[in-house]
């Protein structure tokens, strides 16, 4: 079969169609929650995308401003309710900064083993929903079977599977339990090799790579003036990492890791994965590179997980326990973006001197990677919608807030 | 660049409408006038010194107390606050803009007060300004699209308000 794409005015030669109004969603499966997008299409080819949200809001920043930062805690989990300890995290991490405290070595490695392994879950998430969106099932089994593995270690840590509110304000709520660095270390053994397999469904497969490659391709330059972060933005060629380029309270938690930025500024991945090269067909920026940067990075937390352990057991000390759960807040302000699994999760606090904030800010990476649909979507065919929004990993509690 | 470099970069431009400073804060930030804010915005992005490439977050803070002995006590004057974080990726800084507005316009209640749209420096600010006007409610003026984002377009005023009042009902349902 041929891999050269048919341009969409080429579909339709010849054929007479009507302007057509199609609603899609809020419950259409591919849009990975209640987002509803209203397609102005002209036979099969897409005019215009308007996306409609709202439909999860639930105003968590008032809530913020009604309850201290640790009870504002658990609700951060049901903002990107598919990575919650990320979300824990950069809380915690800018109500530290406001309070100026700093944590411990020891808590410090725990929060990235936890932060990473929840990254891996968040990209597993990704893969697998959107080789279904494109129509593959078996990923989707096979990704969900290797997430459902990191939240058993997430329920044998703190006995939640997804909001965990496992970071909090000040450290985390308990020390590992017995054995656990053990069975994480066995996690990552086991996963391994199951990443080649993923390779080989998605990332190599004929049809998938026909599906992403020169779909929804973003230049740098859009992705930057529409704020699209995280693999979004590095799929791009972008390479810009808060883990690396954060402000010094976050990127502080990676001192002493050996790691690199996943992104390919002159269109080429570093060599050293095993993994497979990337198809001429694709263009840098496109749906599959999204999805490759994701993957890669899998990997790569994957090693940062396996630093932290070391580090973790080599630290002498307790972990943090967290702040007092009414305590008064300095005045002032403080806002913290943190590199989350699906982009640059910012939170900002106000506070006037009491131990509940005069305002709570939460800013959404889906939200910004959300916004650049309707530019995304201009003139490409209806099938190739769910390609784009797929490729994105949109989730919708954390743009609805 | 450190942040008194950002400011004295635009203070040669702009001297009238930079209003105040604060380099030691946790953010530092620049308050400048909100009718200067594109003027401002376009010479911070395109300047290749600054060279301010992505708009973080656009945040809006209102500063009102509904209670009376409360607001007494309180150091400011009831207004709004617009804060713009931005970042440059080429030079890895960060600053603060802000920018005070009445929390009426004319004080006359029910009145929203206007600021000049910066979407057309960076088109993070379109979604982020729809979601300023939905949940603070501030108009701003040369935005292509501002609607509600994620309230029902119907929705009567601005939850994020201290004076906000719930409504008792919407369409049928009781809201409180």
């Known amino acids: 079969m041929s891999t050269e794409r048919m341009q969409p005015e080429t579909v339709e030669f010849d054929v007479r169609t009507d302007e057509m109004l199609i609603n899609m969603g809020p419950q259409h499966p591919s849009t990975h929650g209640v987002l509803r997008l209203v397609l102005r299409t002209d036979g099969e080819v897409v005019n215009e995308v308007t996306p409609h949200i709202g439909y999860l809001h639930r105003c968590a920043e008032k809530i913020g401003e009604n309850l201290t930062p ?19 995290l950069g809380w915690a991490l800018t109500v530290e900064k406001l309070l100026g405290h700093k944590v411990s070595e020891k808590t410090r490695h725990l929060r990235v083993i936890v932060a990473e392994l929840s990254r891996i879950a968040s990209h597993l ?6 080789g279904l969106d494109l129509g593959s099932f078996t990923p989707f089994m096979w990704t969900f079977r290797e997430r459902e593995k990191i939240l058993d270690l997430y329920e044998d840590l703190c006995g939640a599977r997804l909001t965990c509110s496992y970071i909090t304000v000040g450290g985390v709520t308990a020390d590992v339990p017995d054995g656990w660095l053990k069975k994480c270390e066995e996690f990552l053994t086991q996963f391994e090799p199951v990443i080649d397999d993923l ?3 998605l990332t190599n497969n004929a049809i998938f790579i026909q599906r992403t490659a020169g779909i929804g391709v973003m230049s740098k330059a859009t992705a930057l003036d529409y704020g699209c972060t995280g693999p979004v933005l590095r799929g791009s060629g972008v390479d810009w990492d808060l883990r690396r380029d954060g402000e010094p309270i976050y990127t502080e938690m990676y001192d002493g890791y050996t790691w690199r930025v996943i992104a390919a500024p002159e269109g080429k991945y570093p060599d050293d994965h095993p993994y497979p090269p990337v198809p001429p067909e694709t263009i840098l920026g496109d749906s599959w590179h999204r999805y490759f940067v994701r993957m890669l990075e899998v990997v790569q937390s994957m090693d940062l997980v396996r630093q932290g352990i070391e580090k973790y057991s080599m630290a002498a000390g307790d972990v943090d326990e967290p702040i007092p759960l009414k305590k ?21 606090i106000v506070s006037d001197g009491s131990p509940v904030p005069w305002r709570v800010r939460v800013k959404s990476s889906s939200f910004c990677n959300l916004s650049v649909t ?3 979507c201009q003139g490409v065919l209806v099938a190739d919608i769910p390609a784009i929004i797929g490729s994105l990993d949109l989730v919708l509690g954390e743009i609805d807030r | 660049m450190i942040p008194q470099a950002i400011y004295e970069k635009l203070l040669h431009p702009f001297r009238p409408w930079l209003l105040a400073q604060d380099f030691a804060a946790i953010d530092p930030w620049i308050e400048v006038r909100a009718d200067g804010l594109p003027e401002i915005c376009r010479v911070l992005r395109d300047d290749p010194d600054l060279a301010f490439d992505m708009l973080n977050c656009i945040t809006a803070v209102d500063y009102f107390e509904p209670d009376e002995k409360k607001a007494a006590a309180a150091e400011w004057q009831p207004h709004l606050e617009l804060q713009y974080h931005l970042t440059s990726t080429v030079h890895r800084h ?4 802000k920018s005070r507005l009445a929390r009426w316009q004319n004080n006359e209640i029910g009145q929203l007060p206007e600021a000049p749209s910066v979407s057309s420096v960076w088109s993070t600010a379109e979604w982020h300004e729809r979601e300023v006007f939905d949940l603070m409610g501030v108009l701003f003026v040369g935005h292509r699209d501002l609607r509600r984002i994620l309230c029902p377009e119907d929705w009567a005023g601005h939850p994020l308000r201290k004076d906000y ?11 409180r």
């Open chain 1, 199 to 201: 390779h080989a469904l």
């Open chain 1, 70 to 88: 640790r009870q504002f805690l658990p609700y951060t989990d049901r903002l990107d309710y598919l990575a919650g300890i990320s979300m824990n």
């Open chain 1, 125 to 130: 998430v990704a893969a697998g929903c959107y």
């Open chain 2, 165 to 175: 009042q719930m409504p008792v009902e919407y369409h049928g349902i009781q809201a």
């Open chain 1, 374 to 376: 309707p530019e995304l």
């Open chain 1, 328 to 348: 008064k807040l300095p005045k002032g302000e403080a806002y913290l973006e943190t590199e989350a699994p699906k982009g640059q999760m910012g939170f900002g």
């Open chain 2, 94 to 97: 960060r600053i603060v803009l």
